[in-house]
T-cell receptor
Framework: DTEVTQTPKHLVMGMTNKKSLKCEQH?????MYWYKQKAKKPPELMFV???????INESVPSRFSPECPNSSLLNLHLHALQPEDSALYLC?????????????FGPGTRLTVL | DAKTTQPTSMDCAEGRAANLPCNHS???????VYWYRQIHSQGPQYIIH???NNETNEMASLIITEDRKSSTLILPHATLRDTAVYYC??????????????FGQGTTLQVKP
């Protein structure tokens, strides 16, 4: 099973809402990633978790709060977002946080902030 | 990580080889060349990577010039399902943050019947 699943597929939220994105993998991978992709732009790294600990935060605003409750699950908690945060949010995982390890991506959650 | 330059778009006839170039003239000795692609409405997918030797797998071949300043991804028999954005990424092999993937603008490959 080389699948990374993400839920929900689509999410519409208001600027005062709190919502969460979920990512799951059962490949035994110990590194998990969040990327943000605006329309017609390349993905941009947001966070990296390695062995359930935050390894990289690419200066992401605090209205995005990642969480890695166990080695299979990665959440992204959203609060007080802005319309410019509307984007495709991609989750990925790899064996470990190393260059040699291929990253497997999920299909993404398309987020619209009204 | 070294910057990469790719053409914005390319066309290829179905069944023919697709050759996608990438310039990485500032690459250093400990940096690998990686290729990913992103089919519309899907997450990126790993294709292949290499350091200095040419590489081949079931999806593609990667040709890296001797001076390592450029490379070419070859899809030997392109199909309509290969229509996607192809990203060439240079990644440092050692040190911190080797897990980071920094995507450039990529090449949109359109395979035509």
């Amino acid at each position: 099973d080389t699948e990374v699943t993400q839920t929900p597929k689509h999410l519409v939220m208001g600027m005062t809402n709190k919502k969460s994105l979920k990512c799951e993998q059962h490949m035994g991978h110990r590194a998990m990633y969040w990327y943000k992709q605006k329309a017609k732009k390349p993905p941009e790294l947001m966070f990296v978790y390695s062995y359930e600990k935050l390894s990289i935060n690419e200066s992401v605003p605090s209205r995005f709060s990642p969480e890695c409750p166990n080695s299979s699950l990665l959440n992204l908690h959203l609060h007080a977002l802005q319309p410019e945060d509307s984007a495709l949010y991609l989750c990925a995982s790899s064996q470990e946080e190393r260059i040699y390890n291929e990253q497997f991506f999920g299909p993404g959650t398309r987020l619209t902030v009204l | 990580d070294a910057k990469t330059t790719q053409p914005t778009s390319m066309d290829c006839a179905e069944g023919r080889a697709a050759n996608l170039p990438c310039n990485h003239s500032t690459i250093s000795g400990n940096e690998y060349v990686y290729w990913y692609r992103q089919i519309h409405s899907q997450g990126p997918q790993y294709i292949i990577h290499g350091l200095k030797n040419n590489e081949t797998n079931e999806m593609a071949s990667l040709i890296i010039t001797e001076d390592r300043k450029s490379s070419t991804l070859i899809l030997p028999h392109a199909t309509l399902r290969d229509t996607a954005v192809y990203y060439c990424i240079v990644r440092v092999a050692r040190g911190i943050n080797t897990g980071k993937l920094i995507f450039g603008q990529g090449t949109t490959l359109q395979v035509k019947p």
